[in-house]
Nanobody, 113 residues
């Protein structure tokens, strides 16, 4: 069974930074694309970014230039570096891999002054 454990969220002021981590288990991590998603209160879950097994990346337009996804295959961990945070980035952030229906508990990011 694939499992994901997200961490690194918190309360940050607008313009601040956070680095999220997601530790994966139960999968051959290095061979899979990894995604970050987020879900704001009252909204549907939204895809944020992906990184492929060959380290190609892509981002939703709203975070381009501010967020950076990366991975450490030895640690089976994917990261999301978030800079220049805005109140509209407030959400619970999750990681997953395509085809998986297993979700972690997520990590809460709140951007507020």
């Amino acid at each position: 069974q694939v499992q994901f454990v997200e961490s690194g969220g918190g309360l940050v002021q607008p313009g601040g930074s956070l680095r999220l981590s997601c530790a994966a288990s139960g999968m051959i991590f290095s061979g899979y694309t990894m995604d970050w998603y987020r879900q704001a209160p009252g909204k549907q879950r939204e895809w944020v970014a992906y990184i492929t097994a060959s380290y190609s990346t892509n981002y939703v337009d709203s975070v381009k230039g501010r967020f950076t996804i990366s991975r450490d295959n030895a640690k089976k961990t994917v990261y999301l570096q978030m800079n220049s945070l805005k109140p509209e980035d407030t959400a619970v952030y999750y990681c997953n891999t395509p085809g998986s229906i297993d979700w972690g508990q997520g990590t809460q990011v709140t951007v507020s002054s």
